[in-house]
C-alpha cells in the first residue's frame, strides 16, 4: 500500500537556520503530495501542496518540489524564525479513487530558538 | 469562521467503557472524515462519512468502532468496550466537497487515554 516516510526529530534549529525536512513516498500512479503543519494545541493546517511531478508547492516562505525521479517532497525554508516552530507532516493522496484518503508521515517536530 | 470543533480535546476512560468523540464541521461543509494518530505513528484514515451516510469505513477497525454523522448535530465516533490499544489521538477533518487533493480542515484533536 502507499506509504510516506519523513526524517524523525525532534529538530533544532537557530533562528534564520536553512530547514530541510526530508519526505519520500512509496506509491502506485501519481498521487498528490502535501506538507501539513500542527502548531501546539490546533489542528493540521495545509501548508503546500503539489499535484504532478516537478510542480513546486509554496507558502510562508516554505516551499517543495514534487520530484518523482526520486519519490520525494523535502520541506525547505530559508531563514526560519521562532514561529515556524510546530509539528510538520508530509502526506500524500492517491489519484483516482480513494483520493479523498490521506496517508500521512510520521510528523517531524522542528524547534526554533531565537 | 470557526473551524473544525472537536470535543473533549482529552478523555479518559477505563478499560470496558465507552469513548464518544464529537466533532462538528466548519460552516457549509457536509464532508467528515476521521483519522487515528497512534504513538509514534503518523495520522491513518479510518472513515469517511457524508450527512446521514457512510461513505467509506476501509480503515475503521471490523469490532468495537462505529461513527455516524447524523443530519442534525456534530459527527460521532464511538468506540465500546475500550482496551489500552485504543489510546490514541483521534483527528476529524472536513470538507466542503469530496475533498480530493487534500482540501481537508482538521480539528485540533481528541487524545483518548485507557487506563
Known amino acids: 500500500g502507499d506509504s510516506v516516510t519523513q526524517m524523525e526529530g525532534p529538530v533544532t534549529l537557530s533562528e534564520e537556520a536553512f530547514l530541510t525536512i526530508n519526505c519520500t513516498y512509496t506509491?502506485?500512479?501519481?498521487?498528490?503530495l502535501f506538507w501539513y503543519v500542527q502548531y501546539p494545541g490546533e489542528g493540521l493546517q495545509l501548508l503546500l501542496k503539489?499535484?504532478?511531478?516537478?510542480d513546486k508547492g509554496s507558502n510562508k516562505g516554505f516551499e517543495a518540489t514534487y520530484r518523482k525521479e526520486t519519490t520525494s517532497f523535502h520541506l525547505e525554508k530559508g531563514s526560519v524564525q521562532v514561529s515556524d516552530s510546530a509539528v510538520y507532516f508530509c502526506a500524500l493522496s492517491a489519484s483516482g479513487a480513494g483520493s479523498y484518503q490521506l496517508t500521512f508521515g510520521k510528523g517531524t517536530k522542528l524547534s526554533v530558538i531565537p | 469562521n470557526a473551524g473544525v470543533m472537536q470535543n473533549p480535546r482529552h478523555l479518559v476512560r477505563r478499560r470496558g467503557q465507552e469513548a464518544r468523540l464529537r466533532c462538528s464541521p466548519m460552516k457549509g461543509h457536509s464532508h467528515v472524515y476521521w483519522y487515528r494518530q497512534l504513538p509514534e505513528e503518523g495520522l491513518k484514515f479510518m472513515v469517511y462519512?457524508?450527512?446521514?451516510?457512510?461513505?467509506?469505513e476501509s480503515g475503521m477497525p471490523k469490532e468495537r468502532f462505529s461513527a455516524e454523522f447524523p443530519k442534525e448535530g456534530p459527527s460521532i465516533l464511538r468506540i465500546q468496550q475500550v482496551v489500552r490499544g485504543d489510546s490514541a489521538a483521534y483527528f476529524c477533518?472536513?470538507?466542503?466537497?469530496?475533498?480530493?487533493?487534500?482540501?481537508?480542515?482538521f480539528g485540533p484533536g481528541t487524545r483518548l487515554t485507557v487506563t
Open positions: 477533518a472536513s470538507s466542503p466537497g469530496a475533498g480530493e487533493k487534500g482540501e481537508q480542515y
Open positions: 503539489a499535484t504532478k511531478a516537478d
Open positions: 462519512l457524508q450527512k446521514e451516510n457512510i461513505i467509506d
Open positions: 506509491a502506485t500512479g501519481y498521487p498528490s
